[in-house]
C-alpha cells in the first residue's frame, strides 16, 4: 500500500484546508477533531507521510519519534489531561476501522469514557 497524499490530513499538513490548530513544531501537528466523542478530542499526527502507527514506528527516525511523543505529553499537560486521565487509540487498518490513512492518535478526555470497545 502506498501513501495517499490526497487524504484529508495531507491536506491539513499542506494548508489546503483549515483545522483547529492546539500544537505544531517541525514533525508534529495537533489538532481538534472535527466530531469529538469527548469535551477534549485531540488529532495528533505526524508531518511524515506514514500511514499507519506500525509504519511510523518502523520507519520514522528517532527524531521524529521523539518528537511524536514528547508532543503528545506537552499536550496532555497543556489541556490538563493526566491529572484525571485520558485515552489515546489509534486506529490502525480496516479492521481497527481507520477512516483517515496517515496516522493520527486520537486523545479523549475530560470527562470519564466508557467502556474501551461499547
Ligand atoms: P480514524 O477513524 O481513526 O481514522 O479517525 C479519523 C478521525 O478524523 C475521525 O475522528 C474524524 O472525525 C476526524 N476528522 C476527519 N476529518 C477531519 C478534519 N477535517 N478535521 C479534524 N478532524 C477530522
Given at each position: 500500500?502506498?501513501?495517499?497524499?490526497?487524504?484529508?490530513?495531507?491536506?491539513?499538513?499542506?494548508?489546503?484546508?483549515?483545522?483547529?490548530k492546539?500544537?505544531?513544531d517541525d514533525?508534529?501537528?495537533?489538532?481538534?477533531?472535527?466530531?469529538?466523542?469527548?469535551?477534549?478530542?485531540?488529532?495528533?499526527?505526524?508531518?511524515?507521510?506514514?500511514?499507519?502507527?506500525?509504519?511510523f514506528?518502523?520507519?520514522?527516525?528517532?527524531?521524529?519519534?521523539?518528537?511524536?511523543?514528547?508532543?503528545?505529553?506537552?499536550?496532555?499537560?497543556?489541556?490538563?489531561?493526566?491529572?484525571?486521565?485520558?485515552?489515546?487509540?489509534?486506529?490502525?487498518?480496516?479492521?481497527?476501522?481507520?477512516?483517515?490513512?496517515?496516522?493520527?492518535?486520537?486523545?479523549?478526555?475530560?470527562?470519564?469514557?466508557?467502556?474501551?470497545?461499547?
Amino acid at each position: 500500500m502506498t501513501y495517499d497524499s490526497e487524504n484529508i490530513f495531507a491536506k491539513i499538513l499542506r494548508g489546503d484546508i483549515p483545522c483547529d490548530k492546539v500544537y505544531e513544531d517541525d514533525h508534529v501537528l495537533a489538532f481538534r477533531d472535527i466530531a469529538p466523542q469527548a469535551p477534549v478530542h485531540i488529532l495528533v499526527i505526524p508531518k511524515g507521510a506514514y500511514m499507519t502507527f506500525e509504519n511510523f514506528s518502523a520507519n520514522a527516525s528517532a527524531e521524529e519519534i521523539v518528537a511524536f511523543h514528547r508532543a503528545v505529553a506537552k499536550i496532555v499537560k497543556d489541556e490538563n489531561l493526566a491529572e484525571k486521565g485520558f485515552r489515546s487509540i489509534a486506529n490502525s487498518g480496516d479492521f481497527g476501522g481507520q477512516e483517515v490513512p496517515h496516522f493520527h492518535l486520537h486523545l479523549l478526555g475530560g470527562e470519564k469514557l466508557g467502556p474501551m470497545l461499547p
